[in-house]
């Protein structure tokens, strides 16, 4: 019986101590709040505040500072993730993943989310370029200070550490959060085969096109709502004959497009609980 509980015993220290170190081990992960840090690539001290929620205040002299800031604690909170998504777009989720992995990649490959975000590199604004390269700096000034078990533990996991990032590997997501938003793509396909197949007319029929009547919030360039029909809710229509897009107008606003749509463009509206006027869009 004394041998039972001497063994319970050592097990429970053996349990206690390896949740104890592994606890420890974890933790050297999760972002420093407290202190002073230092890493080259800031023209100025940074302050970066967190909130009782977590949430990072950045407050910097310059606005590149501010970027390198914003860089440094997206590393410190979801590098894992970043990485994950920067695979995804260059299709290198099997480097790390393995053969299970292949079928993806090939597809996000074929498909050249990583050929196109390097494209858009190159014709990137100078302005532009360089508050990405601000931002990435600071990615990178958070990756060249840590390794080993202050990574994310999946990186531990797979046994890698992540490379520095670039322009293009920001751009990358941005290519594929336009193709997350453009899930009507085998609609377009569907419509491209039924045109071929039964033509024009009946496609119209089996796939009619969005009302010329239909909901829109973009402005007709200068106009300021004075001629036009005006529906029950108050907008006023500004189309012209033949026109190939409906423009509606209303009280001026900050929030408002001016020019015709753009295919990249588009807003969102927020109805608040008292009056609204349905023609005046808040972002």
Do not use: C
């Amino acid at each position: 019986m004394r041998m039972l509980v001497k063994a319970l015993v050592a097990v429970l220290v053996v349990v206690a101590v390896v949740a104890a170190g592994g606890r420890h081990y974890l933790r050297r992960s999760l972002p420093q709040i407290d202190g002073t840090i230092t890493v080259a690539g800031a023209s100025a001290p940074i302050d970066i505040v967190r909130d009782a929620d977590a949430i990072p205040h950045i407050f910097a002299a310059t606005k590149a500072d501010a970027l390198f800031g914003l860089g440094y604690v997206h590393a410190q909170d979801r590098l894992w993730q970043m990485e994950l998504q920067r695979r995804i777009g260059f299709g290198r989720l099997s480097e790390v993943l393995g053969a299970a992995a292949l079928p993806q990649d090939r597809f996000l490959r074929t498909v050249g989310f990583g050929r196109a975000a390097k494209s858009a590199w190159e014709t990137t604004a100078p302005w532009a370029k360089q508050q990405i390269e601000s931002y990435v700096a600071g990615i990178n000034a958070f990756i060249a200070t840590h390794h080993g078990a202050g990574l994310p533990p999946e990186f531990t996991l797979l046994r890698f550490e992540p490379e520095p990032f670039s322009g293009p590997d920001v751009l990358a997501w941005v290519k594929m959060m336009a193709w997350d938003l453009s899930a009507n793509y085998a609609f377009e396909l569907l419509r491209h085969d039924l045109a071929n197949t039964v033509g024009a007319e009946r496609l119209a029929q089996l796939m009619p096109p969005y009302a010329t009547d239909g909901l829109t919030i973009t402005e007709w360039p200068g106009g300021s709502g004075e001629s036009g029909r005006s529906g029950k809710s108050g907008r006023t229509d500004r189309s012209e004959p033949g026109a190939k897009h409906r423009y509606v107008t209303g009280p001026p606003s900050p929030a408002r497009l001016t020019g015709p749509p753009k295919p990249s463009e588009s807003t969102d509206l927020v109805v608040p609980g008292d009056g609204f006027e349905p023609s005046t869009p808040r972002l």
